[in-house]
């Protein structure tokens, strides 16, 4: 798939891993799609992050370093604000932006196609 083929697309992380079962793996396989996304040079138009997902943005993040180089490559990157309440930790996101759900649904509605992991 070429590179471009994600440049309307916004993908939702909706969980701290990818895929069900084992936690630990789940946060590994998110941690090789981010990379492989930075490798191909798949730059989506942005990332959402909403419910645990919100947890990849913060310092306990285990993808921490892929987000900030997708973002440093100009993927915007947008938590939502509920969710971090939610779970304490609007102290605790190290990169992009937080946001609220207009922002998001926004981003949803302009997207050629919206990818949720």
Known sequence: MPAQDFADTVIVASNDGLGHGDHALARKVIVTYFRTLIELGAKPQAIV??????????DESPCLHELAQLAQDGVRLIACRTCLDYYELMDCVEV??????????????GAARVITL
């Open 49 to 58: 992050f909403y419910t645990a997902g919100v947890k990849l943005v913060t």
């Open 96 to 109: 992009g932006e937080i946001g609220n759900m207009a922002n998001i649904l926004e981003l949803q509605a």
